[in-house]
T-cell receptor
Framework: RKEVEQDPGPFNVPEGATVAFNCTYSNSASQSFFWYRQDCRKEPKLLMSVYSSGNEDGRFTAQLNRASQYISLLIRDSKLSDSATYLC?????????????FGQGTTLQVKP | DAGVIQSPRHEVTEMGQEVTLRCKPI?????LFWYRQTMMRGLELLIYFNNNVPIDDSGMPEDRFSAKMPNASFSTLKIQPSEPRDSAVYFC??????????FGEGSWLTVV
């Protein structure tokens, strides 16, 4: 089983739609979680961290479910510019603080 | 402020040749990471350093790969001899305290 798993998609949605991605992780001791965004032929960039209580940044909401070992990203009122690959990132070993593991990514295409 | 700087941006080389990828992390960052990205395997962590010391190299595919960090502002990833299956985008990234990481623009390697 992979340490971090995501549905690769693609998710094709119309502008204005709400879309949600899930990501599961295997190490129950993981402590840090993030969502990164990667545009085609570009480097990944931090979208948002994921906090235990859940957090929101504009149209983006991230949630953590420790019991089921998954994190989610909700995008409301999607824009054409949201088209990208969204990468789930987990610190897989809390005693090894630098070891961030990336999921395969979920591709989102927002259509006019 | 300058981000993570990688060179070369693109390299095409023949099988069997030595390849050296270079990285300058963000000034003040104490973690440096080398990732490889392919369509099939996604973003894989190869090795990371903390304060110039290699911490985890379990992702390095085989002995043909080596990485060094002689000082806080420079790292290299070397492949010798290169093979076609090494063709990928190699990202260097850095962070302060090992959480949010910032990527360079990547080195696009093609081995023919």
């Amino acid at each position: 089983r992979k340490e971090v798993e995501q549905d690769p998609g693609p998710f094709n949605v119309p502008e204005g739609a709400t879309v949600a991605f899930n990501c599961t992780y295997s190490n129950s001791a993981s402590q840090s979680f993030f969502w990164y965004r990667q545009d085609c032929r570009k480097e990944p960039k931090l979208l948002m961290s994921v906090y235990s209580s859940g957090n929101e940044d504009g149209r983006f909401t991230a949630q953590l479910n420790r019991a089921s070992q998954y994190i989610s990203l909700l995008i409301r009122d999607s824009k054409l510019s949201d088209s990208a690959t969204y990468l789930c990132v987990v610190n897989s070993n809390p005693s090894n603080t630098g070891k961030l593991i990336f999921g395969q990514g979920t591709t989102l295409q927002v259509k006019p | 402020d300058a981000g993570v700087i990688q060179s070369p941006r693109h390299e095409v080389t023949e099988m069997g040749q030595e390849v050296t990828l270079r990285c300058k992390p963000i000034s003040g960052h104490d973690y440096l990471f080398w990732y490889r990205q392919t369509m099939m395997r996604g973003l894989e962590l190869l090795i990371y350093f903390n304060n110039n010391v290699p911490i985890d190299d379990s992702g390095m595919p085989e002995d043909r790969f080596s990485a060094k960090m002689p000082n806080a502002s420079f790292s290299t990833l070397k492949i010798q001899p290169s093979e076609p299956r090494d063709s990928a985008v190699y990202f260097c990234a850095s962070s302060f305290t090992g959480n949010t990481i910032y990527f360079g623009e990547g080195s696009w390697l093609t081995v023919v």
